[in-house]
Each structure stands twice: as C-alpha cells, then as structure tokens.
C-alpha cells in the first residue's frame, strides 16, 4: 500500500480548547510498532477528562482516541504477531516498560514508565496511527470496524471493573449507564447475574435501555435498588456514588470504580463500610484483559450500540457526550 506523507487529524493544541482539524504527517515507527490505518474510533469520557483538564498532563500537540480499530499497512522489524492487512484494535495502555517492580510482579497496568494512547502518545483521531506491537490486538469476526470500536476500553476497563467485583455474587448495581456499563450488563446477564442499573436522576430513556438489555431494575442513582447488592461497579465520575453504592450494599459486597477521574468522595458514616464491605479502583487493563474480552464478547454476543460521525465530528461527539446525550457510545469513522 502507498502511504502518505501526511494525513488529516483532530489535534489538542492547548489545554481547554476544542479539538482542530489539521494536517500533519503520518507518524514513523520504530522497530516494535505498527502503522495502523485508522477506520474507526470510539469516543470516550477519558478524552473528556483529558480535554476538560481533569487529567492535567497530556503530551501537547495531541490526537486524542484510545478505541481504535483499523488494518496494518505497515509492521516494524521486530513485529512477530501481525502483519500488513490484520485487522487490529488498540486500547489506551499503549506501553509498559517490563522492568519496573509493577511489570515485574504482573501489574502492568500500574507501571511507572507507562504511555497511555490518546493521551502521552498520539492516538486514533485520525487517519493513520502508529502502536506498539504488545498493545495491539486480533479483533473478533462478528463486529464490523465501527462496532468493535467501544470493545477497546468501554469494553475493556468495564471488563476489569466487572472481574474485580470478585465471582461470588447474584445482585449487581451498575452505576452511570454510559458505553461500559452497556456492554457490562450483556456480560453479567450472560453469566447468570441480575443487573440493577442507575442513571442520572429521571434519565427514563437510559432505563429503557438498561432493561432492554437484561436488567431485572432500573432506577434513578438517588434511590436505593429493591434488594440489596453483593456488587456494585461505578462508572459514572461522580464520587457520591461511593457512599451511595455502601448503602445499597450487602454484607462483603465490593463497590468497583472504573472511571480514571472521580469527582471527590464526601465524608460518610463507618457503619456503611463496616461488615466487610470493600471499595477499590480499577486502574488501566492488562494483555490479559484484553485477550479475555475479546474472545468472550463474539459468545455471549456482546452487541455494542453506536452513533457513527465522522472523524471531523470529534467536537460535537465530545460536547453531546459531556451532556450525556448518548445510548451506548460514539464512534468516529474514517
């Protein structure tokens, strides 16, 4: 295939401002990477937090987009695992450096000298991008580009989120109703789990399509569930969810947050934690997370629901996400 010099791309210049179409050149890559041309990729809140300076470090000029999906046009030397036409994926942990004490104990989602796609190192909004070899990944038949596009971290830091609730549960609250938590419930109710969904207060439409999806309950994040819960997962950014989920628990229950940003937790009464209730943050995804969803989501099947815009549509895409006018998640299509 003949590559370009340059490409067309949605560019962060500053801190706050809205995303620019700009041409730029189509990046090199190194002896471990791969030159990836971009068909799709899912919007998500982490560009959100990232655009919205709540996470204060991005490498600037950035692209932004870590649920990318597109076809190989070009493998560096040292790359065993794909060649020129794979049909690949890349998440948002793009690098980890394999010698620090967290690499070395099997946490990599937590080493020291990672690079996160879309945020230290360009990511898909684009026509092209370039990604490490180790961070890329086969996508399952059965999705078309578009379709695989959330399965990359909706899909996979919600399939964390899910897995460190523990196995030894019945009733799961799923809070924030967003892209995670609808491929979660398909997962949950696939494994025999009965999902209570919570939305933003009299959001009906996001209900509607929780139980279109297997909850068993739908409700408003300010009222408590019919039962109580042996889990809760909470995706939305909001830390008053924390002592929400606490009273909505069941003894032992663990209360998983997702999200990379949270606004602040307030203060609550022990006796909420007490009995052995557990609150813990998910953190990034491991190989191992990845490899395992996307051979589990063509089973159960996993159906993501998406509005596709094209790439040049970044901005309105991120504003109505922002209000929370979406089911499922946006895509951005090439």
Sequence with gaps: MNIPGKMKAMVLEKKGEKLKEKEVAV???????????????GVCHTDLHIIDQELTEPKLP?????????????????VKKFKAGDRVGVPWLGYTCGYCKYCKRGQENLCVNALFTGYTIDGG?????????????HIPEGYDDAEAA??????????????????????????????????????????GKKVYAFTRPGDTEAQNFAKQLGAVWAGDSTNPPPVKLDAALIFAPVGALIPAALKASDKGASIVSGGIHMSDIPSFPYNILWEERVIRSVANLTRRDGEELLKLAPEVPVQTE??????????????????GKVDGAFVLVN
């Design 27 to 41: 990046p090199e890559i190194n002896d471990r990477q791969v030159l990836i041309k971009v068909s799709a990729c």
């Design 62 to 78: 950035l692209i932004p987009g870590h649920e990318i999906v597109g076809h190989i046009v070009k493998a560096g030397a040292n």
């Design 125 to 137: 909004y684009a026509e092209y991008t370039a990604a490490y070899e180790d961070y890329t990944f």
């Design 150 to 191: 959330p399965l990359l971290c909706a899909g996979l830091i919600g399939y964390r989120t899910y897995r460190m609730a523990g196995e030894i549960f019945e009733n799961l609250g799923i809070y924030g109703f967003g892209a995670a938590a609808h491929i979660i419930a398909q997962i949950a109710v696939h494994d």
């Design 306 to 323: 998406i509005t596709r815009l094209p790439m040049n549509k970044a901005n309105e895409a991120l504003d109505k996400l922002r209000d």
